[in-house]
């Protein structure tokens, strides 16, 4: 019961997806205040657009956040592609992402 408790306490806490997705957000914002008329979405990045997909992974870093996915530049802009570096962030990550899967398509 006592583990039950310290669960429900530690999902709240960690934040997760949706901390994720703000934090993707706000990350995306200042990227294109500094790179104004650039966009991560294209196929053939131009010199900007990987600095932009650099600044957002630096970003996501710098708020506790590790990049996993390939495809870079293009995907740096996704939330999926980060998940928590703290131990108990991933693991409240793991559990949320198993626990919704099927509501974040």
Same mark, same amino acid.
Request: glycine share 4%.
């Given at each position: 019961m006592k583990r039950v408790a310290v669960v429900l306490i530690a999902l709240p806490l960690a934040g #997760?997806?949706?901390?994720?997705?703000?934090?993707? @957000?706000? #990350? !995306? =914002?200042? /990227? /294109? *205040? %500094?790179?104004?008329?650039? +966009?991560?979405?294209?196929? &053939?990045? $131009? $010199? +900007? *657009?990987?600095?932009? @997909?650099?600044?957002? *992974? @630096? #970003?996501?870093? &710098? @708020?506790?956040?590790?990049? %996993? #996915?390939?495809? !870079?530049? /293009? =995907? &740096?802009?996704?939330?999926?592609?980060?998940?928590? +570096? $703290?131990?108990?962030?991933?693991?409240?990550? &793991?559990?949320?992402?198993?626990?919704? *899967? +099927?509501?974040?398509?």
């Amino acid at each position: 019961m006592k583990r039950v408790a310290v669960v429900l306490i530690a999902l709240p806490l960690a934040g #997760c997806i949706a901390d994720q997705k703000q934090q993707i @957000a706000a #990350c !995306y =914002v200042k /990227a /294109a *205040q %500094t790179y104004p008329g650039e +966009n991560l979405n294209v196929l &053939s990045p $131009s $010199s +900007n *657009q990987v600095k932009m @997909a650099d600044f957002v *992974q @630096a #970003c996501m870093a &710098s @708020a506790g956040y590790d990049f %996993t #996915c390939q495809g !870079y530049p /293009a =995907v &740096s802009d996704r939330y999926r592609c980060y998940v928590p +570096n $703290s131990l108990v962030g991933k693991w409240a990550y &793991s559990v949320e992402k198993k626990l919704f *899967q +099927n509501q974040e398509r």
